[in-house]
């Protein structure tokens, strides 16, 4: 079920919010119980068969923990830990990559696998990590003896089951057991939150596919390569295209959460103002971020063995956050780059500093960042193919070769491939522009709604900066119902069509 639907927003949300309403005067076991229900029934409108993988694994890592729980830090615990994550990542590893490794021995001469037709399970990479970094807390005796409700209401609250964040069970738990304070707290920034992420998705992110879907497709299928401008536009339309599409998710699973009085971790906060490629990741899937820092850059030694480990782990953490994001080769070429960058910034940075020089102008830096960051999304949408248009690996990687040849002059600085003509002449300027203006000097929604705390902000990371006029930010007055409503009327008229959002097939 999408978010973008009319079955989800004229249907299914209103009941969850009105049947819960109408509990939150019986006991709190019921309102839990509810929740869970409907976000099973939520995750099984995709493909109810797979609804005994999301309940296996939540009895399977809620036994892990309670016994974890009992033994924290002894011998026999640490084994146990051993054994969960193991399976956890087994049962991961089997239905996300065995297809990439059947394909890949297919394309190497041998006989095809039943393995490269396994459908993948919705959300498996969000809610396997999730429990993961439980089950590691609970070795750790860093979590409470839950009940087994709260612990699915944990694992599948639907706002954020599908495609993050991926939650923290501190985060949550104590969240679940306080009383709902009434509609006037949460409705109205819950509906402006669904509202501003709605027009990101389907006014914005949808449009920006319009130009990057047939560049990427003529680049994959086309008799020519694109010229440097078609291929800068096909990157950079891509980009704008993802940031639009996870931002508009973000909001929206944040304004679905605060229907119920709960606040979710802050997953996005405008990354392509970010001055560096480790800044970046500190806006751009925030609690993916942390969770790659904190249960695998971290274990690996991180930076404290050496500059030479630090670089390897940097190096490590990315090719498998790559991995995570997509079963294919692409996905790891689009890790490994960011792994690159980030390995290069610190050693300039540390350069720098040794130098006495002064850090690059935050203007120059924005735009440096933001081209390598361009650059690197031509795999990664080049992995798509295979993911969503039934291409081929040879395809993904050609149309990466071709793209990324043609952004830096490679295949020539002339040529106009007569399919593509069309799109980059009169569709590219009026739906990119406005765009890239926005990413880059509007304030972003956290921002926008920050006097109401819409969110739970990572104060360890870099706050994102406050609104620069604090009268303009949102609050519950007539002029901003007005423009809410015009918002909605604005997705009204592009409802026309139902897409899903990118981070689903992730």
């Known amino acids: 079920m999408l978010f973008n639907s009319y079955t989800f927003l004229l249907l299914f949300l209103p009941l969850t919010v009105v049947v819960f309403m109408l509990l939150r005067r019986a006991p709190y076991r019921a309102g839990v119980c509810w929740l869970v229900t409907m976000s099973l029934v939520y995750y099984g409108w995709w493909n109810p068969a797979d609804l005994w993988i999301i309940g296996a694994s939540c009895i399977g890592n809620f036994l892990f923990g309670r016994y974890l729980a009992g033994h924290k830090g002894s011998g026999t615990g640490k084994a146990m830990l051993t054994f969960g994550v193991t399976a956890n990542l087994a049962l991961l590893g089997y239905y996300k990559y065995a297809g990439l490794f059947a394909k890949s021995f297919a394309a190497l001469g041998g006989e095809t696998s039943t393995f490269a037709s396994i459908a993948l399970p919705l959300g498996i990479s969000f809610f396997t990590f999730q429990q993961v970094a439980y089950l590691v807390d609970a070795f750790r005796g860093e979590t409470e003896e839950y009940h087994f409700t709260d612990y699915l209401l944990f694992v599948t609250f639907f706002p954020q089951l599908v495609a993050g964040p991926i939650v923290h069970h501190q985060e949550m738990m104590p969240q ?176 720098r500093k040794r130098a006495g020089r002064a850090p690059l102008p935050r203007p120059l830096g924005i735009a440096l960042t933001f081209l390598v960051v361009m650059a690197a999304w031509v795999p990664f949408r080049a992995g798509s193919l295979e993911l969503a248009d039934s291409g081929t690996t040879g395809q993904a990687l050609a149309a990466t070769r071709s793209i990324l040849a043609s952004m830096f002059g490679i295949e020539g600085l002339t040529g106009w491939p007569e399919k593509a003509n069309r799109i980059v002449a009169t569709a590219a300027p009026l739906r990119l522009l406005p765009a890239l203006l926005a990413c880059w000097f509007l304030p972003n929604t956290q921002e926008f709604f920050r006097r109401y705390r819409p969110a739970l902000f ?14 303009l930010q949102w609050r519950p007055t007539w002029p901003y119902a007005l423009a809410t409503v015009l918002l909605i009327i604005a997705v009204g008229l592009q409802f026309d069509k139902v897409s899903e959002f990118i981070y689903f097939q992730f």
């Open 458 to 471: 990572d104060h360890t990371r870099d706050s994102p900066p406050r609104f620069p006029n604090r009268r």
């Open 176 to 351: 679940f057991r306080k009383p709902w304070t009434g509609w006037h707290r949460h409705f109205p920034v819950a509906l402006g939150f669904l509202a501003i992420g709605m027009f990101k998705k389907v006014v914005i992110a949808d449009n920006a596919a319009l130009v990057a879907n047939p560049l990427f497709h003529f680049a994959a299928h086309g008799d020519r390569p694109l010229t440097i401008i078609e291929a800068w536009i096909a990157a950079t339309s891509y980009g704008l295209q993802i940031y639009f599409d996870f931002s508009g998710y973000s909001d929206m699973a944040i304004g679905a959460a605060r229907l119920f009085g709960i606040r979710l971790p802050v997953n996005f906060a405008s990354p392509y103002k970010s001055a560096s490629i480790t800044e970046f990741w500190r806006r751009w899937h925030i609690t993916l971020s942390r969770f790659l820092r904190d249960y695998l850059y971290i274990p690996l030694g991180g930076n404290r063995r050496g500059k030479v480990r630090r670089y390897g782990n940097l190096l490590i953490t990315m090719l498998l956050g790559g991995l995570w994001h997509g079963a294919g080769w692409t996905f790891l070429i689009w890790g490994g780059l960011h792994g690159l960058f980030l390995c290069v910034h610190h050693a300039w940075s540390a350069f």
